[in-house]
């Protein structure tokens, strides 16, 4: 096992005092996972004291994906005292009815224009080639298997720069690519707008609910009856029903990362922005990282200054991390070739995701409007961070 799953547990055990233990049991009959739609397409902590190693539960590869009702608990044996249900909660819509109608028909990220080029370029060159083999690449990095689920912590220094963005694309394209079921976490639960980006219609278990009800003994078929289910087997768990000021405490995210880790091949975390807490320890815990900035002057020195200090952690932390320059303007006030080289220059990576109209546009992200330089973007950052993150640290 990479020593690198030891080195998560220790941190979260010893930043909490140890991990949580189980308080609920199993909901009532009546929570059944609303669907998700939109379809995807290709396309501070230092360094925690040492404690004993845990053992880490083995990732399990599910046999059938179908989600299963939450089951009402088990009627206790006469003359024993049964644990409290936990209540249900009601499914609450992401976006009201009445401001549905509000939202414009959705643009495709490029303009016709360039999508007319781009076909004429690849009828008559040799570019086409070269695509289908860098495409089939990527796949195959994509679709490596792995021993225990890989978890990807996204987090940004200021909102608006794209960090939730990010964290949806980066879930769909691994539910498309992989064969084993993806899992996108919200912590950023004070009116997040991941569920919106991910397109679910509904929401009803969070976070904070979900971990005062897992189980060890829980099969994946429990489990994601308390998930909204998105498309090409990909599962969403929300922060929050959309309350204002909903927060997230450290002890439910470390159950909750820690219980459903090896259902997932793959766990997306939209954390809250530096320096929150759990968003501190979820960078500090995760096999790989990503810093979402947006590419303007501002950002990148305030990026630079959190890569610095990264720099104090293990070495593995700064060499598994990767800062996304995001372009939110079509002609962006910056080098980013120097920007670049700047961030660099501290150990971490860099990735640029280009203006796309589509995604400017907020809203529900549908794939296949994706600009071509978007997709292109996309899929070979979410190759290179789930490398980093099979590395032996």
Not at 300 to 325: C, D, K
């Amino acid at each position: 096992m990479p020593n690198g799953d030891n080195w998560q547990s220790d941190v979260l055990r010893d930043l909490n005092g140890g991990a949580a233990s189980a308080r609920g049991a199993q909901p009532g009959a009546d929570a059944q996972p609303p669907r998700g739609a939109g379809a995807p397409a290709p396309g501070t902590p230092g360094p925690a004291p040492q404690s004993p190693a845990q053992p880490q539960q083995a990732y399990v590869p599910p046999q059938n994906l179908q989600p299963r009702r939450p089951q009402t608990q088990a009627r206790p044996a006469s003359g024993a005292a049964g644990p409290a249900r936990p209540r249900t909660p009601e499914s609450r819509p992401v976006v009201e009815k009445d401001l549905v109608a509000a939202g414009l028909k959705p643009r495709h990220g490029e303009p016709l224009t360039a999508r007319a080029l781009r076909a004429v370029r690849r009828t008559v060159s040799s570019s086409a080639a070269r695509e289908v083999a860098r495409t089939t690449a990527t796949a195959e990095v994509l679709q490596q298997a792995v021993t225990t689920g890989r978890q990807i912590a996204v987090t940004s220094i200021r909102g608006g720069a794209g960090k939730t963005t990010i964290a949806a694309l980066l879930g769909t394209t691994y539910a498309h690519y992989r064969h084993d079921p993806t899992l996108i976490i919200e912590a950023d639960p004070a009116l997040g707008s991941l569920p919106l980006r991910l397109g679910a219609q509904s929401l009803r278990w969070t976070t904070g609910d979900v971990a005062g009800i897992v189980e060890p003994q829980m099969s994946l078929l429990d489990v994601t009856g308390y998930l909204v289910q998105l498309p090409d087997n990909a599962w969403l768990l929300p922060g929050s029903q959309g309350q204002i000021g909903a927060m997230l405490d450290l002890r439910s995210y470390e159950k909750v990362m820690v219980s459903l880790r090896r259902y997932f091949g793959v766990t997306v975390v939209d954390c809250e922005t530096l320096p929150a807490e759990v968003a501190r320890v979820a960078l500090s815990a995760a096999q790989a990282r990503i810093l979402v900035t947006p590419a303007t002057l501002e950002g990148v020195a305030s990026t630079y200054a959190v890569l610095e200090w990264l720099r104090g952690l293990p070495r593995h932390v700064i060499a598994g991390t990767i800062v996304v320059l995001t372009e939110t303007v079509p002609h962006a006030g910056l080098d980013l070739d120097a920007a670049g080289a700047k961030l660099t220059a501290t150990g971490a990576g860099v990735h640029v995701l280009p203006y796309d109209r589509h995604l400017a546009a907020g809203g529900t992200i549908r794939t296949e409007l994706l600009a071509h330089a978007t997709r292109q973007s996309v899929t070979t950052l979410a190759a290179d961070i789930f490398q980093l993150s099979q590395k032996r640290r």
